[in-house]
């Protein structure tokens, strides 16, 4: 699809349209000089920018409908500028969807492939559409409430601002089936908030956000049902309990109890080879912290869940990172020690700790052979307190 052509030639449609003419200096026509702060100030959420972030040109206003989209590319300038928006499109003539065997079909195409493209607009969860006349179509987007602000007025959520608020509230609402959130900041995406949830849950109990956004679903995994995933999670905090007082004395500064931990970890625990000799026959249990701790045996998913449970004892902040090692899919941790974050990959250290380790609290330069989304870690990090 063209979209880029396409999207800056209705953004120049659209331009004319709303009535906005370009400054000498290219400003829309709204911030030239001479605006009052008044008109500033009520600036829309969609074009208001998110602190710390570079500014941004303002999104041009939708026209005012109907508009004339005389091919699909066209009527997709108009859906992405909407969705951008977050506003519903105007309605429009478009002759050649008559043609089509299914119009509906024909728009929902368009619609997933803008999502697919701009992947921070899936606050559009879905759409509508209506004929409205010969020719005329009203295309009807339904927006979550987080981004547009239009929750029921009884709607009883409990309010996240932050991917640690989010985390949190998972975390101790984790013997509901369904969170009620209320999420307070509309620059969050839906996919950042949907990767925030995998912290919670161990590999027992998934945490999505619901289709509209409006509550954080909890789903048990493994054929099990929700009350066993619940227990099989307490299972694995009394076995990190237990490991903890053996290994922790009071008398231990915080980064040795760090240390201890993370060396019992990679001394006791074996890899599951299962994984690569015969899959079939390796338990689940290999994937989570409940085989690194009980059965000393576990693939990375359970060294990484499994340091993660021991540190939450000791009150160290550790986070579980996916990515790739060596080109293979693999996990390890990230852990907030004296304060900065640093990367330990129990899993390559196994076995090293009369050596030395050589993935132990090391920069993301050090890291050698991982590669992962490490913008992604950053917006993560950036909205925890630690």
């Known amino acids: 699809m063209k979209n880029r052509k396409i999207w800056a030639s209705v953004l120049a449609l659209c331009l004319v349209l709303a009535g906005c003419t370009a400054g000498t200096g290219g400003e829309p026509a709204g911030e030239q000089e001479g605006q009052s702060a008044s008109a500033a100030e009520s600036q829309t959420g969609s074009e208001a920018e998110a602190p710390g972030e570079p500014e941004t040109p303002a999104l041009p206003k939708l026209p005012e409908g109907p508009v004339t989209a005389a091919d699909a590319e066209e009527l997709s300038g108009y859906l992405e500028l909407a969705m951008q928006r977050a506003e519903q499109p105007p309605a429009v003539e478009a002759a050649f969807l008559d043609s089509e065997a299914d119009p509906e079909m024909t728009v ?181 912290a409940y085989g690194a701790l009980k059965d000393d045996l576990a693939i990375c998913g359970g060294y990484a869940q499994a340091l993660q449970a021991l540190y939450e004892q000791v009150g160290i902040p550790c986070l579980t990172v996916s990515g790739q090692w060596n080109g293979e899919n693999h996990m390890w941790n990230l852990v907030w020690l004296d304060g900065e974050w640093r990367y330990c990959d129990a899993t390559s250290d196994r076995g090293r700790s009369e050596f030395g380790f050589g993935c132990y609290r090391v920069t993301a330069e050090n890291l050698w052979g991982h590669t992962w989304d490490q913008d992604w870690v950053a917006r993560l990090t950036s909205g925890l307190e630690v």
């Not at 969860?125 to 295309?139: C, K, N, P, S």
């Open 108 to 288: 929902r195409n368009l619609y997933y492939a803008l999502l697919s493209e701009h992947p921070e607009c899936k606050y559009a969860y879905d759409l509508a559409m209506e004929r409205t006349g010969d020719g005329v179509y009203q295309i009807t987007f339904s927006y979550m409430p987080y981004r547009t602000g239009d929750y029921p007025a009884d709607f009883a959520g409990e309010e996240a601002g932050s991917f640690g608020e989010l985390i949190a509230l998972a975390q101790e609402h984790l013997d509901q089936t369904e969170i009620p959130v209320r999420v307070t900041d509309p620059s969050l995406t839906v996919d950042d908030l949907g990767r925030a949830l995998q912290q919670v849950g161990g590999g027992y109990l998934l945490c999505q956000l619901s289709r509209d956004g409006t509550a954080i679903t909890v789903t048990p995994q493994n054929g099990l049902t929700h009350q066993a995933a619940l227990d099989r999670l307490a299972e694995i905090e009394t076995l990190a309990q237990q490991i903890v007082e053996e290994c922790v004395t009071d008398s231990m500064t915080l980064p040795e109890q760090a240390e201890a931990l993370y060396t019992r970890l990679t001394d006791r625990v074996a890899y599951d080879f299962r994984y690569y000799t015969d899959p079939g026959s390796m338990p689940y249990e290999s994937t989570t």
